[in-house]
Structures are given as C-alpha cells and as structure tokens.
Nanobody
C-alpha cells in the first residue's frame, strides 16, 4: 500500500510555471507506475502524464505535450510535474496516482492509489 500527498499548487498567471510534487510513503515506490491526472468541476478526471515502472517510458496528453514534464526520484519517493507556459485551461485540481496493476497507463481506472489533490489556478 502507498499513500500519496501532493503539493505545489497555487494561483499563477498565464505563461508562468509551477512544479507539483507528490510524496509517496513506503519503500516500494519504484515498483509503481505513476501518473498525474486533473479534474475540473462537472467533468471527468483527465489524464495528464504518466511514467511506467518497468522501463521509465513517459506519456503525455496532447494538451500538455511540450509544456509539462513528468519525472520521478525513486531515492526520494517523489513524483514531480513541471508545468511551464501555463494556460487558463490548465486550471484544475491535480491528482497524483499510483498503481501496481495492469492496465492502460492513461486510464484513471488503472490506478488504485490517489492523493488528495492540489489546486492549480491560472489567470488570464
């Protein structure tokens, strides 16, 4: 089992940058595939980025490709999301997710551990 705690959200202006962090408990962090999702009220949770546990392959949603960078530090049990060139449409609650089960890496149903979320608000 793993517990996830996100941090780093906030209110920024369009074009600014933020770095989200997700601290994970436990000693088996490296064995989890990790992902970032986001959600706005009234909409489904949306895939943002993910990193495989097996080979470290990285995947991004088209909407964030070239602007966001996902990374993990297994020694620190921490997942990161560097967000650059932020846009108002990036405004959402961002969730960190972890999983050891098989499934599509971009599907929220493939993750069984979730953080509490951190709010990111981008003003125009």
């Amino acid at each position: 089992q793993v517990q996830l705690v996100e941090s780093g959200g906030g209110l920024v202006q369009a074009g600014d940058s933020l770095r989200l962090s997700c601290a994970a408990s436990g000693r088996t962090f490296s064995t989890y595939k990790m992902g970032w999702f986001r959600q706005v009220p009234g909409k489904e949770r949306e895939f943002v980025a993910a990193i495989r546990r097996s080979d470290g392959s990285i995947y991004y949603a088209d909407s964030v490709k070239g602007r966001f960078t996902i990374s993990r530090d297994n020694a620190k049990n921490t997942l990161y999301l560097q967000m650059n060139s932020l846009k108002p449409e990036d405004t959402a609650v961002y969730y960190c997710a972890a999983s050891q089960i098989m499934g599509l890496i971009f599907a929220s149903g493939s993750y069984n551990y979730w953080g509490q979320g951190t709010q990111v608000t981008v003003s125009s």
